[in-house]
Each structure stands twice: as structure tokens, then as C-alpha cells.
């Protein structure tokens, strides 16, 4: 069978009415962990998106708060980063994770407490954490800044998750595994040993100057590829066929590209030094897995087209439809993107550019965030028992994240060339240079300033739906059948 | 794949894999780089840094300067890295092995600062860029780092270390700009980044 749940099956009105009964219930239980970990991801996101907005304007303005220690560009910018991976990004994941597991071992959630506790550990960690890197305690080893304490919160936190999930494995009903449960076991087990392995080999005891970088590359890359991308596909592979109430197009493709995932994901990270003091091998291993991660792209791609196929209509009236193949269709273009910047010539000029940062937001907005917004779209109602109360809000929040991450890709990438060209004549002199990246990263300003309205919006929205303000509307269960959103 | 069994063994076994490919045999393989004496001069290279600028690698690392420059230099065929000037040869392992953490950087929005020592050595002018950076290079996008400096009214002589500051920068007369212990040890810090130093596999020639 493949799709997420037993509801394909050939069935009379009652098996399906108990079905729902069912789904209802495990969404009650779903309730208390899974809010917490949505509202806590949304309060991170806007703070994440403050500190972006703040080093946004300090690229093209170095005057502006400038002399308060707390705000310098060195720290606001690794706030930024850390508050959107750990706080929002990885807090969202954890909770579209939870809810998916339960809903796909089918049955009530258990242990309900133990994620409690993980839901406040993990915010106390990511805060204590940004408040270091403010306060200037920052390891400044990128993507691992949070001092050793807060680290440390995190990754109690995240035993905690990953224990929970093992058990809610072993007391799933039993039936098919579904390929979303493969990602989200894949990830549970690769986050914490990645991020233990990592910060014990370059914080508690750290080995010798460029193996550093290397490990902190194979980190840097592998926390996008075993954990945030997974939790994504997960997602993916549950919405899609959810919403348009019929199965994932291929189950053998599914394997396919879940297995050679883990099999060339694992072995990037090295295409980040490239001509680096890094071993020659090293540096052609992670080229070609680079390059191999085109299988796993174009089979998962290949799967979500075809079982869209004849469906894309219904983008009009699904919002976390909409939010969810956005961000599979920037799947498909980050990945194919990266496998390109591996390459030695293109990577000679993008390097150290802009173009790189460009490249990151279309991987964790474009694709991540996308794909989590829809995701909790299509979440919330069913937690909340209430119908999202304003389509007005989701159609801005839609527009606003598209426009907005769009006008930041296309600005970094062209800056990011521009400079990167540039870099390569040493007739230019470097601050020429710099004054060509400005207006691109005014442009970028704005499209901050696009991204975090639509926070907002989106935001209000959550607020608005936990207070279950408006009318009440018909037919909860099932999103697809909400009209107002043309 | 209705097996749990399964699943986790994959997952684990592709994970070890790679950690086994990435981490570790390049761990075994140079994680344990010594210093290089050198025979004609008898000195240990690369140099060991002194407490002063190991204090301002600590600076470094906690204003973020990492987020904008590197600390790389790519050889010949792999950039203009080179011919910027930014070395005269490029980095090798051996170059970090007393850094923790290391700076190697992934973005350029200011220079690579390598070599910044060699280039660049007048302490006053470091001192005057970390001020206000446009002071000395106009258009400039990097940030001032005013707060590693104090004001300080003047009692009695004027400081030697105080700032040469003029026009925009200048303190009101009776007052005078000192740098912080953080500026200092930054300072010397910088002036110690100098990887031109020739190599058995990184010759200067």
C-alpha cells in the first residue's frame, strides 16, 4: 500500500466514519506537544527574522547600531542563523514530525509528557544559546555557535524525542511502515549523533585546525540533508497524496530515493573547501557525491510530479497543498542548484560569494519553510478542532513568503555572481567589488522585509486560530473542501 | 519495508559509513600534523602564537569577524587568490595546526586575512580601521568596532597608546580614544597572521 493511510482501501461508510473517529482522536492527543512546538517554532521564526532584518541593513549600512557590542554584524548574523535552524526550523520539524509518527503508527499519542519536557528544554536551550552568541560567547564554528551548556539542553531535549519516538514505533498498529516514517526515523537518528559526534570532536574536545573544517562542513551539510530535508519529505510524501486523496505515484521509486538519500547525502559537506588545505581525495569524494545526489532528487522529484499529475488544480484551493509543492518544486532546484555548485568551475567563482547565502535560502525557505508552513496548515485545524479564520491572511502569507524568499534568491544569486566574477580579476579592487554587491543586498533588504509580513500575517493567523476567533465552519477534517480560497 | 529492524540498520550503516569516509580517516590521516622545524633557520613553523594574540583569537571569534573573511588561500588554478595578493603560497593543513577554533571561512564580503600581518603591518592603522573602517577605506561595508575602544578624559599626560584620530573621529579637546585590552589583543592578533613562511609542501618559490 502507498499511501498514508488505510483510507484507500475499498470501504463502506462505516469503516470510514470509524476511520475518522480514529484520526480525530489521535489529533486530540496530538493536541497539547504539538501546539507547543508550532507556537514556540512561529515565536523563534520572528525572532529569527528581527536578527535577519538587523544584518540585513548592517551589510549595506555598517553605521547602523553599530556601537553596542550586543548587535555587532559578527553576532546578529549567527543569532539569526541559529534562531531560525534550532528555533524555528528545527522546532517546527520536531512537531510536523510528532504529529506524522502518531498518525502513521496509527495510533493516540502516549508519553505525551516526556515531549513536553522535550518542547521546553529544546526552547531553553535555543535561548540560552542565542543569548550567548549575543553576548559574545559564541563558539563561532558555523552552525554549531551555541556554547557547550546550551548545546548540551539540546541534545538532552532531543533524547528525549528520539525515545519517545522508538516507543511510539513499538506500539504502532501494526501494517504497512510508510515511506514518511522511514524519513522521520531516519532523521531522529541521525540529528542527535550528528550533533553529538560534531560537538564532542569541535567543542569538547576539538582535533586539529583544518580537520575542524572539515568535520564542521560535514556537519554544516548534513544537518540540511539528514535532518531537515527528511523531515521535509516526510511531510511532503503524507501531504500531497493526503490531499488529493489518492496514493504516492511509485512505491519502489519512494525506496529508491529515500535509500540512495541516505547513501550520497552522507558523504557531502567537503565541496565547501574546495581548494581549501583539505586532502585532494576529499574534496573529489563529496564532487561526486554532489553530484550522485541527483538520483535522489530526480526519483522523489519524478514521484511527487506524477502523483500530482491531473491534481494541479487543486493549488488553487489548498493552501498547504499550495505551501507543500511550492516547496517540493524548490526541492528540486536547490538540490539540482548544489550538485552544480560542487562542480570545480563553478565553485571557483560562487565560493565565497553571496551567491552561496542565495543558495541556503532557497534550500531552508523555498523548500523547508515552505513545506512546513503547509504542513502546519494542514495541522492546526485538525489539533484546534477550529477552520484557519482568515483566507485573506494565507493567501498574504503565501504571497508575501513566494515574492519575498523569490526576490532574495534571484538578488543574491546575481550579486553573488557579479562578485564572484569580480573576485576572479585581481584588476578589480576589492572595494569596487563591494560597491557592486550593495544594491543586490538592498534588494535582499527588501525581500526580508517581505519575508518577515508574511511572518506576520501568518502569525496573526495562528493566534487568531487558537482563540478560535470567527464563525465556526462545516467539515474540519478534510481542508480540501475549503472554498475560500480561490 | 515493514521491518523497524531493517530501517535502522540501513540508517545506521549509510551513517557510519560516511562519518567513517569524512571524519575519521581524514582524522587519522593528518589530524595529527606536528609543527616543522625548519633546518636552515632552526625555526618551529608554523610560529607559535603568542598569549597576547591567542586572547585577541578569542576577540575574533566572539565579534564574528569569521562571517566575512576567510582564512584560506586557494592555489593557483583554483582562484585569483594569489594574484589578489592575499599570499604568496597557498594554505596548507600544517598552517592551523594550533587553531581552535579554526577561521577558515566561507564568504568574503571583506578580504582574506591570511596574511593581513605581512600586509598590513602598522598597528596604528589596524587600530584606526577597527575604529571606524571607512576612515581608511572609503565605501567600505565593514562594521566599526568603537565599543573595544573608551573615551577617556585625559589626566595629566595624554596616553601613548591613545588613537591618532582626526576630523569625523576626533574626541572633544581634553579627551582622548584608548584601545581596550579585547582591541589590543586583536591587534596582535592580526599582526600575527602570516602564513608566508616556506613549507616542505608548501615551498615559497
Request: charged letters at 10%.
Amino acid at each position: 500500500m502507498t499511501s498514508p493511510s488505510s483510507s484507500s482501501s475499498p470501504k463502506g461508510p462505516k469503516a470510514a466514519l470509524a476511520d475518522a473517529l480514529d484520526r480525530a482522536a489521535i489529533d486530540a492527543s496530538c493536541r497539547l506537544p504539538v501546539l507547543l512546538f508550532f507556537g514556540s517554532a512561529i515565536a523563534w521564526l520572528l525572532v529569527g527574522s528581527v536578527f535577519a532584518l538587523l544584518a540585513a541593513i548592517k551589510l549595506t549600512t555598517p553605521e547602523f547600531l553599530a556601537d553596542h557590542a550586543w548587535l555587532t554584524f559578527g553576532r546578529v548574523r549567527p543569532a539569526h542563523l541559529n534562531a531560525v535552524a534550532y528555533g524555528w526550523s528545527s522546532t517546527a520539524a520536531i512537531g510536523v514530525a510528532i504529529w506524522l509518527m502518531a498518525r502513521l503508527c496509527r495510533v493516540p499519542l502516549r508519553h505525551a509528557r516526556i515531549l513536553v519536557a522535550a518542547a521546553v528544554l529544546w526552547n531553553l536551550g535555543v535561548a540560552i544559546g542565542v543569548t550567548a552568541i549575543l553576548a559574545g560567547a559564541s563558539n563561532a564554528i558555523e552552525w554549531l555557535e551555541f556554547p557547550t551548556y546550551a548545546a548540551f539542553i539540546l541534545f538532552v531535549s532531543y533524547a528525549f524525542i528520539a525515545v519517545w519516538a522508538v516507543l511510539m514505533f513499538r506500539e504502532r498498529r501494526p501494517g504497512h511502515v510508510y515511506v514518511s516514517q522511514w524519513y522521520i526515523f531516519g532523521a531522529f537518528f541521525w540529528f542527535p549523533w550528528l550533533y553529538s559526534v560534531v560537538n564532542s570532536m569541535l567543542v569538547f574536545w576539538p582535533v586539529q585546525g583544518s580537520v575542524q573544517a572539515i568535520i564542521n562542513w560535514w556537519f554544516g551539510h548534513n544537518v540540511l540533508g539528514l535532518w531537515f530535508t527528511p523531515i521535509a519529505l516526510a511531510s511532503t510524501y503524507y501531504m500531497i497524496p493526503k490531499i488529493l486523496g489518492k496514493p504516492i505515484h511509485s512505491y519502489y521509486l519512494s525506496i529508491l530515493g529515500f535509500w540512495s538519500l541516505a547513501l550520497f547525502y552522507s558523504w557531502n559537506g567537503g565541496h565547501h573547501l574546495l581548494g581549501g588545505p583539505i586532502p585532494a581525495w576529499l574534496q573529489s569524494a563529496s564532487i561526486v557525491a554532489s553530484v550522485m545526489m541527483l538520483i535522489p532528487v530526480i526519483t522523489t522529484a519524478i514521484n511527487f510530479h506524477m502523483t500530482m499529475r491531473g491534481s494541479f488544480a487543486l493549488l488553487r484551493t489548498s493552501p498547504a497543498l499550495r505551501f507543500t509543492v511550492f516547496g517540493a518544486m524548490c526541492y528540486t532546484v536547490v538540490s539540482a542548484q548544489g550538485s552544480s555548485m560542487a562542480l570545480r568551475s563553478l565553485n571557483k567563482l560562487t565560493h565565497f560569494t553571496h551567491y552561496t547565502i542565495g543558495h541556503a535560502h532557497l534550500g531552508m525557505y523555498a523548500f523547508f519553510t515552505m513545506t512546513m508552513f503547509g504542513a502546519m496548515y494542514y495541522i492546526t485545524p485538525r489539533l484546534v478542532r477550529w477552520e484557519w479564520p482568515s483566507a485573506f491572511l494565507i493567501k498574504a502569507h503565501f504571497w508575501l513568503a513566494s515574492t519575498g524568499i523569490l526576490l532574495m534568491v534571484v538578488s543574491l544569486t546575481l550579486g553573488g555572481l557579479i562578485q564572484g566574477i569580480e573576485l576572479e580579476n585581481p584588476k578589480v579592487p576589492f572595494l569596487t567589488i563591494v560597491a557592486h554587491t550593495i544594491p543586490w543586498l538592498h534588494a535582499r533588504s527588501w525581500s526580508g522585509a517581505l519575508l518577515t509580513t508574511g511572518h506576520l500575517a501568518f502569525a496573526l493567523s495562528f493566534v487568531l486560530i487558537l482563540l478560535r476567533t470567527g464563525k465556526q465552519r462545516e467539515g474540519p477534517t478534510l481542508f480540501t473542501k475549503e472554498r475560500s480560497f480561490p | 519495508m515493514n521491518r523497524g529492524l531493517t530501517l535502522f540498520v540501513g540508517i545506521l550503516a549509510t551513517f557510519t559509513l560516511a562519518w567513517a569516509g569524512l571524519v575519521l580517516i581524514p582524522y587519522l590521516q593528518f589530524g595529527r600534523v606536528t609543527d616543522y622545524v625548519s633546518e636552515e633557520t632552526g625555526q618551529t613553523l608554523p610560529p607559535p602564537m603568542s598569549g597576547l594574540a591567542q586572547r585577541g583569537h578569542e576577540v575574533y571569534a566572539a565579534e564574528g569577524c569569521v562571517y566575512c573573511h576567510s582564512q584560506q588561500v586557494r592555489g593557483e588554478s583554483q582562484g585569483s587568490d594569489l594574484a589578489r595578493g592575499w599570499g604568496v603560497r597557498r594554505t596548507v593543513a600544517r598552517d592551523y595546526i594550533g587553531e581552535r577554533p579554526h577561521f577558515l571561512g566561507t564568504m568574503r564580503t571583506g578580504p582574506d586575512l591570511s596574511n593581513i600581518g605581512r600586509r598590513q603591518s602598522s598597528v596604528e592603522w589596524h587600530h584606526k580601521h577597527l575604529y571606524r573602517p571607512q576612515s581608511v577605506s572609503p565605501g567600505s561595508v565593514m562594521p566599526p568596532f568603537r565599543f573595544l575602544y573608551s573615551l577617556r578624559k585625559i589626566v595629566g599626560e595624554p596616553s601613548a597608546d591613545a588613537l591618532k584620530l582626526d576630523g569625523l573621529d576626533a574626541p572633544p579637546p581634553g579627551w582622548e580614544v584608548v584601545p581596550t585590552p579585547d582591541a589590543k589583543a586583536l591587534v596582535a592578533y592580526l599582526l600575527s597572521l602570516d602564513r608566508s613562511y616556506p613549507l616542505p609542501e608548501a615551498p615559497t618559490e
